[in-house]
């Protein structure tokens, strides 16, 4: 069965940093691209951040440009999200979803895992 | 930043036909994608590429563009349709993907 199960979550302060992982399982994330999603509490998507299948390419969303950081360790299947200096406003579910590249879609979601910034 | 913009509730009654928009600057030069999110799930996606319907979704959900406006259509409406539906493009000047703004859908 293709899965993705994220981990990491938690409650922070504003300022500090937490590191998401997303492991995959049922196909190999080598093969694509991948991506983080996030929704804040009663708000709707919106995408984070993505990365080529080999690294060599990663995008952001303005907001959280220079404060997250995406990778990936494709031999061991998994995909991560650095966030430092941690917002109020970066509270939220965080998704990780297996992403069809350029002009498409997100075709694979995990569960989510939820940051808190809040002191 | 390119902006999508969806009306924030529809409500229809069941058997009816449900019809979401998703405006956008010359949306329909664009691939639009749809996605469908339960409460307490992960989006799950109905439409991609305008039209297509991923495998496992039933034909009751179809899609189109045109002009600055895409629509998702859900025919013969069923309370298990009740959910939030979000429209999906990649902004090629930003090289971001954005998501509509989100319509949640009601069954009466």
């Known amino acids: 069965e293709v899965q993705l199960v994220e981990s990491g979550g938690g409650l922070v302060q504003p300022g500090g940093s937490l590191r998401l992982s997303c492991t995959a399982s049922?196909?190999?994330?080598?093969?694509?691209?991948m991506s983080w999603v996030r929704q804040a509490p009663g708000k709707g998507l919106e995408w984070v951040a993505n990365i080529k299948q080999d690294g060599s390419e990663k995008y952001y969303v303005d907001s959280v440009r220079g404060r997250f950081t995406i990778s990936r360790d494709n031999a061991k299947n998994s995909l991560y999200l650095q966030m430092n200096s941690l917002r109020a406003e970066d509270t939220a579910v965080y998704y990780c979803?297996?992403?069809?590249?350029?002009?498409?879609?997100?075709?694979?979601w995990g569960k989510g895992t939820t940051v808190t910034a809040s002191s | 930043s390119y902006v999508l913009t969806q009306p924030p509730s529809v409500s229809v009654a069941p058997g009816k036909t449900a019809r979401i928009t998703c405006g956008g600057n010359d949306i329909g030069s664009k691939n639009v994608h749809w996605y469908q999110q339960k409460p307490g799930q992960a989006p799950v996606l109905v439409i991609s590429?305008?039209?297509d319907r991923p495998s496992g979704i039933p034909e009751r959900f179809s899609g189109s563009t045109s002009g600055n406006t895409a629509t998702l259509t859900i025919s013969r409406v069923e309370a298990g349709d009740e959910a939030d539906y979000y429209c999906q493009v990649w902004d090629t000047n930003s090289d971001h993907y954005v998501f509509g703004t989100g319509t949640e859908v009601t069954v009466l």
């Open positions: 049922g196909f190999s994330i080598s093969s694509y691209w």
């Open positions: 979803a297996r992403d069809l590249g350029y002009l498409a879609y997100m075709d694979v």
């Open positions: 590429y305008d039209s």
